[in-house]
C-alpha cells in the first residue's frame, strides 16, 4: 500500500508542475519571465517545472499568481489526471459477482491498458510534449 501512496503522489507532483508548465505557456508567458518575475533563477523554475524534483508548493503558488491562473484550478486538474490513469483513492473494492458482464469487459479492459501502457510511461507522462500543448489549450480554452 505505501507504494501506491508513494507512486500517485510522486505522479501527481508531475501532474503539477506540467499542468503549470501549460499554463505559463497558455497565459503567453515564457519560463524566464516568470522565474525573473518572481525572483527566482531560471535553470531552478525549469527543472521544477520538468518535475525534477517536483515544484515546491510555495513556488507553484508564486507562479499561479504571477501569470493569474487559480493554483487550486491547477491541483484539481492535476488530481484528476491522476485518478484517470490510475483510478480513485482508497481503491475501490469491487464484488465481482455483482457486476454486469459489460462492467466485467470494461474493468477487464481498463486493466488490460494500464498494464500496456506499463507503470514507466504512466509516470513520464506528465513530461510529453504533446501534453504540454494540450494543457495550454485547456488553459486557453478555459480562459485559466
Not at 8 to 13: D, I, P, S
Not at 40 to 62: D, F, H, M, Y
Not at 63 to 84: F, H, T
Request: with cysteine; charged share 35%; glycine share 6%.
Amino acid at each position: 500500500m505505501d507504494n501506491l501512496l508513494r507512486d500517485r503522489a510522486e505522479l501527481f507532483g508531475k501532474y503539477v508542475s506540467a499542468e503549470i508548465k501549460g499554463a505559463i505557456v497558455a497565459q503567453g508567458y515564457t519560463q524566464t519571465e516568470v522565474a525573473k518575475g518572481i525572483d527566482r533563477q531560471g535553470a531552478n523554475l525549469s527543472r521544477w517545472l520538468s518535475g525534477k524534483p517536483t515544484i515546491p508548493i510555495e513556488v507553484a503558488l508564486e507562479v499561479c499568481n504571477y501569470i493569474g491562473v487559480n493554483l487550486q484550478k491547477i491541483v484539481d486538474r492535476a488530481q484528476q489526471r491522476v485518478e484517470d490513469e490510475l483510478g480513485p483513492w482508497p481503491p475501490i473494492e469491487i464484488d465481482p459477482a455483482a457486476l454486469s458482464e459489460d462492467e466485467k469487459v470494461d474493468i477487464a479492459m481498463r486493466d488490460f491498458e494500464k498494464a500496456r501502457m506499463g507503470k514507466e510511461e504512466v509516470k513520464l507522462a506528465a513530461l510529453r510534449d504533446e501534453n504540454k500543448k494540450r494543457e495550454s489549450e485547456h488553459f486557453a480554452d478555459e480562459g485559466a
